[in-house]
């Protein structure tokens, strides 16, 4: 035993130095703060989300965030009660308002022709259409109705002044929304010009447009083709039939290769 302790010392005044064998315990509080680093993250998240989640159940539960009215811009013959009604937009929140199937929607009413929707916060919506606008008045049995240069039948709403009227030889009933030949809506136009004067003409499937004279004569015109030459016809033919004293049942001018009277 104390040759071991001696030769201990020995190796220490020599300066040699050996690795103890006893472990070191090191005491430290860094992982404590951590710890209450990470709870106080995941508490602020969560009442974070907690208030994310009052702001939108507040929102939606807001009568500000609801729509009970619209702006609607451009009508001058439909009401704004007809486009808001359509709409679909009464009690709707503002968050779930679609503005291109809110314009289809409004589209539906035959007198509009086009529609465009904005929404803005809080709850305001407005509504631009543009409405159609009548040519004729499209007379079928009793009931008239107003058709646009497309021939899209839709309801009158006031007085035409000056009105070219169509009747419908057939009577056959139409309904908002239908369109009419745009052929006749051109035809007609184009006898209007050569014929100012002219307060109305007729239509018939088979016979197309016609119109009556000052003499009583029906004339068949047929569609809008070659209209000033089928009048340069009816004009000559006429004068012919007058200065023979002829009185025929009708002039067919449809075809301007074979015209013909009856």
Do not use: C, H
């Amino acid at each position: 035993m104390a040759r071991r302790r001696n030769s201990r010392r020995s190796e220490r005044r020599l300066g040699r130095q050996y690795p103890s064998s006893v472990q070191r315990v090191r005491f430290t509080l860094a992982p404590l703060p951590g710890r209450w680093q990470a709870r106080a993250s995941r508490l602020a998240a969560a009442l974070l989300l907690m208030f994310a989640a009052w702001v939108i159940y507040a929102i939606f539960n807001s009568s500000n965030f609801y729509v009970y009215g619209i702006n609607v811009q451009g009508n001058v013959t439909i009401t704004n009660e007809e486009v808001y009604s359509t709409s679909g937009l009464e009690g709707l929140s503002i968050f779930w308002v679609d503005p291109a199937a809110v314009a289809r929607q409004v589209e539906t009413l035959s007198s509009v022709k086009s529609a465009r929707v904005k929404v803005r916060l809080p709850a305001r919506v407005t509504v631009t259409v543009q409405e159609r606008t009548p040519v004729i008045l499209w007379q079928t049995g009793d009931a008239q109705w107003w058709a646009d240069i497309e021939g899209v039948i839709f309801p009158p709403r006031a007085n035409l002044s000056n009105a070219l009227t169509i009747i419908d030889a057939d009577a056959q009933p139409v309904s908002p929304g239908e369109t009419l030949d745009p052929a006749i809506i051109q035809t007609a136009q184009s006898l209007r010009q050569l014929l100012p004067e002219l307060p109305e003409m007729n239509y018939s499937r088979a016979t197309g447009i016609s119109f009556t004279t000052g003499e009583g004569w029906p004339v068949y015109l047929g569609d809008g083709q070659d209209m000033d030459a089928k009048l340069t016809i009816l004009v000559n033919l006429r004068k012919d039939l007058i200065s023979r004293g002829i009185t025929p049942d009708f002039i067919d001018v449809r075809y301007i290769e074979r015209p013909f009277y009856k």
